[in-house]
């Protein structure tokens, strides 16, 4: 239900920034906002995953992103007059409405730290319910069900939503989440963390921080595997900063396209989830993220490069796909291997390392826009993250590889 709203916001929030400006860095700062959390906070996230009740804290999460939404909408309702009309929206150059934009920028922090503590809360419950030997096809079916409704229902939606009124979807999106939250409150069931709490470790935050980053960083495979997730992760951020500028100028998209394009993505996820396990099962852990690595790179390449929008929707169907394999085998993995007690703590340490670099990427992504746009068109400058993304992606491949072996995962797994 929340995935439902994301996936309106999808279509709401980038347009609304575009009808608000037209300058990459500005958009990219949005961006950046909504993944600085993930840098700031992911790793006392996890303290308060591991200390509190993990069905609680999502449900209060949820409950703040709907308060804050509803306050974008309804300062959108108040300011739609002075924003660019749909049939205006891909137009180069427009007066920026600071107000909204400071507003979005603040309201896209907030909702961010709330994402962080309500994700890396997610992540921990489900081992709780489901059976370790099961974990690879529950998180697979998971993601199918999210893609489902956040990349394929819920644009199209909200590209339906929004050509009624651009305040519309914040309203919906905002509503989602409070019933994602009565949901999440209807699931019995025990969700606080095992702890042994001693008299050393017990209520010492620093300690309790210390520990999950130390577990992590000894680990000679998820250490690795959440450096370049981070350096991935930052390259895709650096690329997709500006997307609806791309999306816009590039590949002329309307807002019904923009949400079809999107659908691509989706259905790639509700694929790769189906097929996850049994691609696993198939070449191996280990094979098959080294296919997710050199995949994307190239997909990413070709996108830069290509001027229909249709050829993007099946890029991101590919890639999106191969991407679900990579978070099903790890986020699989680190289920198994990582003792309950130290798994809101290790789990965000990870999230850390493999997402903290994302807000870097994006404002990087429109530094590189804004520099481009000195020395060429600004078509040049819309393609060249992609490109440049893709190229770094390629040689990052061929450090991971060597330790993206199957021996290596399952020796992991036997071990713990």
Not at 181 to 210: C, H, P, Q, Y
Request: include cysteine; charge should be positive.
């Amino acid at each position: 239900m929340s995935n439902l709203g994301d996936g309106i916001a999808l279509i709401a929030y980038p347009w609304l920034a575009s009808a608000v400006t037209r300058s990459p860095i500005l958009i990219a700062l949005i961006a950046v906002m909504a993944r600085l959390p993930w840098l700031l906070f992911s790793l006392p996230a996890g303290v308060i995953t591991d200390r509190l009740d993990r069905k609680k804290l999502i449900i209060s999460m949820d409950l703040i992103r709907g308060v804050v939404t509803i306050i974008i909408g309804l300062l959108v309702l108040l300011q739609q007059n002075q924003l660019v009309g749909l049939k205006d929206i891909n137009v180069v150059k427009i007066e920026t409405n600071y107000f909204l934009y400071s507003v979005l920028l603040i309201a896209t922090f907030i909702a961010g730290c709330a994402e962080v503590l309500r994700d890396n809360s997610a992540q921990t419950v489900l081992p709780a319910i489901v059976e370790k030997p099961l974990l690879e096809k529950a998180n697979g079916r998971l993601w199918s069900a999210e893609f489902v409704v956040n990349s394929f229902i819920g644009p199209l939606l909200g590209s339906f939503i929004i050509g009624l009124a651009i305040y519309l979807p914040f309203f919906i999106n905002g509503g989602s989440f409070f019933i994602a939250a009565a949901m999440m409150a209807a699931i019995a069931g025990n969700f606080n963390a095992v702890r042994e709490f001693d008299s050393e470790t017990g209520g010492n935050w620093r300690r309790e921080l210390k520990e999950g980053l130390s577990w992590l960083w000894q680990h000679n495979l998820l250490r690795p595997l959440a450096i370049y997730l981070g350096l991935m992760n930052a390259l895709s951020a650096m690329a997709v900063a500006t997307y609806i500028l791309f999306a816009q100028e590039i590949l002329q998209t309307s807002v019904l396209e923009f949400a079809i394009l999107g659908t691509g993505a989706a259905l790639g996820g509700i694929i790769g989830g189906v097929v996850a396990h049994r691609i696993t099962k198939l070449i191996g852990p280990g094979t098959s993220l080294k296919l997710f690595m050199f995949g994307a790179a190239v997909l990413m390449i070709a996108t830069g490069l290509v001027s229909n929008w249709v050829l993007v929707w099946i890029f991101s169907l590919l890639s999106t796909l191969l991407a679900v394999l990579w978070n099903v085998i790890t986020v699989s993995l680190r289920q198994q291997i990582i003792p309950d007690q130290l798994l809101g703590r290790v789990n965000s340490t990870y999230r850390f390392f493999g997402l903290g670099l994302m807000p870097i990427g994006s404002l990087v992504g429109g530094g590189v826009i804004a520099f481009a746009e000195l020395f060429g068109n600004r078509e040049f400058a819309l393609r060249l993250p992609f490109v440049l993304g893709g190229i770094l992606h390629l040689i990052l491949f061929l450090f991971a590889r060597r330790i993206l072996t199957n021996e290596l995962i399952d020796n992991a797994k036997n071990i713990n």
